[in-house]
Nanobody, 122 residues
Framework: QVRLVESGGGSAPAGGSLRLACRVSGYSYYLAWFRQVPENEREGVAAIETGGGNPFYADSAKGRFTIAHDNTKNTMYLQMNSLKPEDTAVYYC??????????????????WGQGTQVTVSS
């Protein structure tokens, strides 16, 4: 059974940077980062295939965020630069063995981490 543990959340000023990490216990081919603010649906931020291939980004993340997976540590990262106040959310990592639709859709994933808070001040 796959287990996910996030770390690295916190506070940063607008324009600053944070790096999130998601330690993966077990194997999963698809990994992704999502975020959620109260009363909103979980939003896909970035996704990656652990076997290689191009990563996928939401428009809000393109050019600012970078997703990566370290196979030796079985850990996924999200480097977030040029942070904006609207990036404030709880960030979750997600995993699944297969996907039939958009890798940025929460319905594609059946395993989730506990979430880590990111707060960006203006």
């Amino acid at each position: 059974q796959v287990r996910l543990v996030e770390s690295g959340g916190g506070s940063a000023p607008a324009g600053g940077s944070l790096r999130l990490a998601c330690r993966v216990s077990g194997y999963s081919y698809y990994l992704a980062w999502f975020r959620q603010v109260p009363e909103n649906e979980r939003e896909g931020v970035a996704a990656i295939e652990t076997g290689g291939g191009n990563p996928f980004y939401a428009d809000s993340a393109k050019g600012r965020f970078t997703i990566a997976h370290d196979n030796t540590k079985n850990t996924m990262y999200l480097q977030m630069n040029s942070l904006k106040p609207e990036d404030t959310a709880v960030y979750y990592c997600a995993a699944d063995h297969r996907a039939t639709g958009s890798l940025l859709s929460a319905t594609e994933y059946n395993t989730w981490g506990q979430g880590t808070q990111v707060t960006v001040s203006s």
